[in-house]
């Protein structure tokens, strides 16, 4: 089982943008001493509590800083942005990671985006579904002249600088709908889900294997679940420092419910017009008693991941240490305690 962090950029009152950015390059030096996998940056626009519109900018700048933590975006939204250019800059990532790259893909979830780039939500999945076989077969083949419903592509030379990793940088995708993990499953690609229930990631794990294997491909597990973590030194203190910073954090599905009310979210995104009223309705002793975030002291937080490991087949953790606004030294405290008494606790489940 793999451990990525999902590395949330939340800016602080009194304090700057290139204070908070220096401090997540930090946050990526602290996950590889402490024997993180993966980091994965995400991408949002027009967002001040989320200012990241390139994560692609940010995992060129933690790959000058490490030596072995692999990177992925979660995710480069396909609709916004040409694919010959995802591909190419993709290509350039994984020289400047030395080949540590995985390439994170979604068809974006927030209404006021597609807003702002003139793109009709309704379409994204057309969108993502094209913009996917043609970063294929940019990096596949050296000559690719391509026109399609959204893009036209004239490739007449070799892919520049070429891919490190052959065939090419392995997939990652968030897919928390039954047509999402379907496409996932015939491509054999992992896949994320951030905030499902267990019950729930149990049913799409099951789908997921029913078509992974019609499909030809091995049974191996593919699912990422995204939790929140605090580690705190014992877990009276641990519920006490999170609490409100966690509910801030968890307000992400206020917003997402009221796009679902104010009828923002077209009929392909119904999974997520019933997912996010059904999140934020929870309270706060739901969140926990569910495993929804892993919080307590070390030895509750390890539990907590070995029943989710019990309960599901787990290709990895990402883990979302950075809650709302939390100051950076909690942040910091909580990964090392992860470090440092979580995972030798969990270590049979790292080496498996």
Partial sequence: MRLAIWSTTTPRENSTHTEMFRRQLEEVELAERIGIDQIWFFEHHLQP????????????????????????????????????????????????????????????????????????????REMFLESFEIIRRVWADENFVYQGKYWTVGKEAPLSPPLVQRPHPPFLVSAQSEESLRWAAEHDIPFAQIDSLVDQARRDQALYRQVQTAHGYAPAPRLYLMREIYVGDSDARARAEARLHLLQYWEL??????????????????????????????????????????????????????RLADRLDLMGLALIFKLGVMPYDMVEHSMTAFGEEVVPRIRHLLDR
């Fill in 253 to 306: 599905w206020n917003r997402y419910t009221q796009f679902t009310r104010g009828g923002w979210l077209p009929d392909s995104y119904d999974f997520w017009r019933r997912q996010a009223p059904m999140l934020h309705a929870m309270s706060f002793e739901e969140i926990v008693a569910n495993d929804m975030v892993l919080l307590g002291g070390p030895e509750t937080v390890a539990n907590a991941i070995l």
């Fill in 49 to 124: 509590t989320a200012p990241v519109p390139s994560p692609n900018l940010l995992i060129a700048a933690a790959a000058q800083r490490t030596r072995h933590i692999r990177f992925a975006s979660m995710v480069n939204i396909l609709p916004f942005r040409h694919p010959l250019l995802v591909a190419e800059e993709a290509a350039m990532l994984d020289n400047l990671t030395d080949g540590r790259l995985d390439m994170g893909l979604g068809r974006g979830l927030r209404p006021p985006e597609f807003e702002a780039f003139g793109v009709d939500q309704a379409k994204s």
